[in-house]
């Protein structure tokens, strides 16, 4: 039982290429959220999903899209990456109201 | 809109002494609160919730955390603290409205000197 997975774990990119984050959970949960951490800022929601098929923006959404084709799987794309991008990035998964399950993070880095 | 406020961006203590870190919020109705550790390189690891019933909440790792009401406050405590708790503290609130979002503080870092 793997919980919540995050691949890659670490990534280097240069200015203007795109990547994807894999985020995988075998929790079952209907929610999934994307979330940037940066020094003294919290956590700040990217985008999130309230089930198979569906996505919404949260509240630093530009420059990121994301799909959910599958329940397990949450992905978040750069298109163009941009040096304010360079964070670490968690995905976190839920069962209605209750707490998160997050995963080990993406540490990115655009130069 | 909802919020949640850590007053203090450090805690430091001494390691056998009683620790608290410092949780305000602000809600339009019941409040679901709740408390994360993070640890150096990891995600954040769920430690205790308040939804409803006893003010005092008790959690992983033998933190617990008092529900004031009228303070509108979610301190988080432990009795007696110890080197390995030494960590980032977050606490945040969740958004019973469409997509269930938790808003999260901006952390506190607990240093506990042995």
């Known amino acids: 039982n793997a919980g919540v997975t995050q691949t890659p774990k670490f990534r280097v990119l240069k200015t203007g290429q795109s990547m994807t984050l894999l985020c995988a959970q075998d929790?079952?949960?209907?929610?999934m959220y994307w979330y940037r951490q940066d020094p003294g800022m919290g956590l700040r929601l990217i985008h999130y999903s309230v089930g198979e098929g569906t996505t919404a923006k949260g509240e630093v959404p530009d420059g990121y899209n994301v799909s959910r084709l599958k329940k397990q799987n949450f992905l978040l794309g750069l298109e163009s990456a941009a040096p304010s991008q360079t964070s670490v990035y968690f995905c976190?998964?839920?069962?209605?109201?209750?707490?998160?399950?997050f995963g080990p993070g993406t540490r990115l880095t655009v130069t | 809109a909802q919020s949640v406020a850590q007053p203090e961006d450090q805690v430091n203590v001494a390691e056998g002494n009683p620790l608290t870190v410092k949780c305000t919020y602000s809600v339009s109705g019941n409040p679901y609160l709740f408390w994360y550790v993070q640890y150096p390189n990891r995600g954040l690891q769920f430690l205790l919730k308040?939804?409803?019933?006893?003010?005092l909440v008790k959690g992983s790792y033998g933190f617990e955390a008092e529900f004031n009401k009228s303070q509108t406050s979610f301190h988080l405590k432990k009795p007696s603290a110890l080197v390995s708790d030494s960590a980032l503290y977050f606490c945040a609130v969740r958004d019973l409205t469409g997509g269930f979002k938790t808003i999260f503080g901006a952390g506190t870092r607990l240093f506990v000197k042995a």
């Open positions: 976190a998964t839920t069962q209605g109201a209750l707490e998160q399950y």
């Open positions: 929790m079952n949960h209907e929610y």
């Open positions: 308040y939804i409803t019933g006893d003010n």
